[in-house]
């Protein structure tokens, strides 16, 4: 699969290409022989012209330029970025650089919101490309230094804190990246600043020092072609200037312009130190009144302030105005404990950027689906339930206690002092105080330790599972790895409710009771019955009750008695406190955990079953860089 990225520009645009698998970077696609193509667009004879055709031979009949900056708020603009769109594909894949299979990537500002992004690419489908994908050019930046060999940066650094500035004909954008991926700050920028306000100011400034002014402005005002001609004629002065201006201070460019429309005019273009200062310096209606300075540094002030959390220690400039010497000055002023970048190619960035992107969207698309449909819910119970016996060991140790100490004995010793009349109320009351118990954060405490031990031992053949699926994908297996024991234990952890069920509840009370009727009513419970002169007498009775009615009807007639404070005894309490009473539950408890039918099981598997296929998918989600 071969990715296109498209790179349209408010001044100029770049298509690159690249090739899934092929190990070589993105390589840029000509348009009309030209690396780099003006973003230029009109007709000549019905034709559709682009670039530098629309104004060389001829000029092209509604010809315009700057179309993209203008888009979010001129509808007017929307056919111009439809015809310059067909241009291009049209001639690449006339050309043969593109085939019908390629998906193509296309770049917008980070600054346009989701209505404007999806009506972007309904006029990308409308120029006849297929299924594009649009994503914010910054993050296209951000790709292209991670990739990106002629880059070279610090693989550390980037993957800690950097932030993108995009800096292009239109419009600013940042990208902010934490730990190889982007924050929730994402991307932000301005929409309405970008290196095109000041090729429109040096025009302006321009005409209004020419004699013929009036008579110039009035074609501008007939003619959107011959205004986007002498544009276009003000943005290569610049570039020529603050290209020559590293080597050459003093610099000053000229060029003069013949505007042949009602008669000929003659337009002077000069920029000079002094010139550009005033471009630089001087207040412009477009920014309400502020400075291309001010506001450039206004913004990236702003950046500073969403970035505090941790400031960025990289900062990579990129975009054709990033060139401009003043700018490189505030950056390195305004983030002065940053790694200051410049791409080598920053005209270039963005495309291979977009290309990158649509291979790595597509391979974790891909990614996430091999997911969702390998580690299935099936599978997990799988491995959960085979490793069933050693939760319920532990599991069985601490439900126990725990029902024992702050359910059981507790009851008992309230019937034992007479807050309670019979032993019918003990057991009434005594489920209550354990289903409170076992949904309390008492329980979740006691389950804590075992289930962070079960986790833990879990993770290992769950791990198994995921790490072929992201060498299949190039998904570098640290981005998957599991945290069952510590981030995910909060995702994963099962409600004690879960854990539970009214079966542990009775299981517990039989025994209870059990002991209880049976201290009273026989073997033992005789000498506790007859303790004392007048227990002694009511032993004889009992005795010969017993021979009389039989066991069960004698347990059954005292849990309903209301039996004198006198007989009960603190036996009671030992007994059910001592080891043969608490194994007597253990074994009761471990009976119906280890049914593989019964609740417990059932619940347990499928409940981390769920719990952890959401997790999975979660930290699959994370793998991409969520910006859009």
């Given amino acids: 699969m071969r990715y296109i990225g498209f790179d349209v520009g408010d001044g100029e645009s770049a298509v690159a290409a690249f090739e899934q698998g092929s190990g070589i970077e993105p390589i840029i696609l000509p348009v009309y022989g030209s690396k780099s193509i003006l973003s230029a667009v009109g007709t000549l004879g019905g034709e559709i012209v682009v670039g530098e055709r629309a104004y060389t031979d001829a000029l092209a009949d509604g010809l315009s330029v700057r179309f993209k900056s203008r888009f979010t708020y001129d509808a007017s603009r929307n056919e111009d970025i439809v015809h310059f769109a067909r241009g291009v594909v049209r001639h690449l894949q006339d050309s043969g650089a593109v085939k019908p299979e390629d998906r193509f990537v296309i770049g917008c500002p980070a600054g346009w919101n989701p209505t404007a992004r999806a009506r972007y690419k309904d006029l990308m489908t409308r120029a006849g490309i297929r299924d ?55 991307t932000f920028g301005d929409i309405a600043l970008g290196g095109g306000l000041m090729d429109a100011e040096l025009l302006r400034l321009m005409v209004e020092k020419n004699r013929e002014k009036d008579k110039i402005k009035a074609v501008f005002e007939e003619s959107r072609s011959w205004y986007s001609y002498c544009e276009i004629q003000a943005r290569q002065l610049k570039e020529e200037y603050f290209t020559r201006l590293p080597q ?90 940053a790694a200051i970048v410049c791409c080598p190619e920053p005209e270039f960035s963005i495309a291979k950027g977009l290309s990158y992107a649509g291979w790595v969207d597509e391979n974790l698309r891909a990614f996430r689906k091999a997911i969702s449909e390998e580690i299935t819910e099936e599978r997990i119970a799988g491995i959960a339930k085979y490793a069933m016996p050693e939760l319920q060991t ?31 109320d003990m057991n009434s009351r ?69 854990l539970t069920a009214n079966h542990f509840v009775g299981t517990v009370l039989t025994i209870v009771v059990s002991v209880a009727t049976g201290l009273l009513c026989g073997g033992s419970g005789v ?54 009473t608490r194994k007597k539950i253990r074994d009761a408890l471990d009976k119906e955990l280890g049914d593989e039918n019964g609740q417990f099981q059932q619940q347990v598997v499928s409940g981390f079953s769920r719990s952890f296929k959401s997790y999975v998918t979660a930290i699959a989600q994370a793998a991409e860089i969520p910006i859009e």
């Fill in 527 to 580: 000498a506790l019955v007859a303790s004392g002169p007048l227990g002694f007498l009511v032993g004889l009775v009992v005795g010969a009750l017993i021979s009389l009615l039989g066991t069960d009807f004698i347990s059954k007639s005292i849990t309903k008695a209301n039996i004198p404070l006198l007989l009960r005894s603190k036996a009671l309490e030992k007994r059910l406190a001592s080891d043969s």
């Fill in 248 to 337: 050459d201070p003093d610099a000053t460019v000229k060029k003069q312009l013949r505007i042949c429309y009602d008669g000929v005019q003659k337009l002077q273009l000069t920029l000079d130190k002094a010139i550009a200062s005033n471009l630089i310096h001087n207040p412009l209606a477009s920014l309400g009144g502020r400075s291309f300075h001010q506001a450039m540094e206004e913004a990236l002030r702003d950046a500073v302030r969403l970035t505090d959390s941790q400031p960025p220690k990289l900062v990579l400039l990129t975009g054709g105005a990033s060139r401009m010497p003043f700018i490189r000055e505030l950056c390195r002023n305004i983030f002065a404990n």
């Fill in 132 to 186: 594009p994908q649009i994503i914010s050019e910054s993050r296209a930046a951000f790709l292209y230094a991670k990739y990106a060999k002629t880059v070279a940066l610090d693989v550390d650094i980037l993957n800690q804190s950097a932030l993108v500035v995009d800096i292009g004909s239109s419009t600013l954008d940042f990208a902010y990246i934490v730990d190889g991926r982007e924050t929730g700050v994402g």
């Fill in 430 to 498: 005594m489920q209550t105080r354990m289903e409170q118990v076992l949904v309390s954060p008492m329980a979740r405490e006691a389950l804590a330790p075992c289930m962070e031990k079960w986790l833990k031992g879990l993770g290992g053949k769950l791990q198994a599972l995921i790490d072929p699926i992201c060498d299949r994908y190039e998904v570098p297996r640290k981005e998957m790895q599991l945290n069952l024991t510590a981030a995910g234990a909060s995702t994963l952890s099962l409600k004690p409710r879960e």
């Fill in 394 to 424: 532990e599991a069985v140790d601490a439900l126990s206690q725990l029902l024992i100490d702050e359910a059981a004995l507790p009851i008992v010793s309230d019937w034992r002092q007479g807050r309670l009349a019979t032993l019918d």
